[in-house]
């Protein structure tokens, strides 16, 4: 059974730095690009950052550039998303997702696999 989990949420103040976790099980994470996405009330879900098989990456989100990084552990099964320089905007729920493919894709419809989401709340 495929299953995402995400960790590593919480309460930070403006400025401050989170690092969240996705745990792959029931496949192999080094074949499937990861994505993060987040969702704020009220608001579409965004595509942030994803991370192919091969360690390219592809924004989704041009106002976490220079702030947020995403990484991969195969050997963990984990891909790791580093946010700094948090911002009030930055309040969110945050998921990860595997999309079927090596390959980030910019549609959000093409990922398949969903963690249950983990809350950033950033505080001014």
């Known amino acids: 059974q495929v299953q995402l989990v995400e960790s590593g949420g919480g309460l930070v103040q403006s400025g401050g730095s989170l690092r969240l976790s996705c745990a792959a099980s029931?496949?192999?994470?080094?074949?499937?690009?990861i994505g993060w996405f987040r969702q704020a009330p009220g608001k579409e879900r965004q595509g942030v950052l994803c991370?192919?098989?091969?360690?390219?990456?592809?924004y989704g989100a041009s106002s976490v550039k220079g702030r947020f990084t995403i990484s991969r552990d195969n050997a963990k099964n984990t891909v790791y998303l580093q946010m700094n320089s948090l911002k009030p905007e930055d309040t969110a729920i945050y998921y990860c997702a595997a999309v079927n493919s090596p390959h980030c894709s910019g549609y959000v419809s093409d990922y398949d696999s969903w963690g249950q989401g983990t809350q950033v709340t950033v505080s001014s």
């Open positions: 991370i192919g098989s091969n360690g390219g990456t592809l």
């Open positions: 029931g496949f192999t994470l080094d074949l499937h690009a």
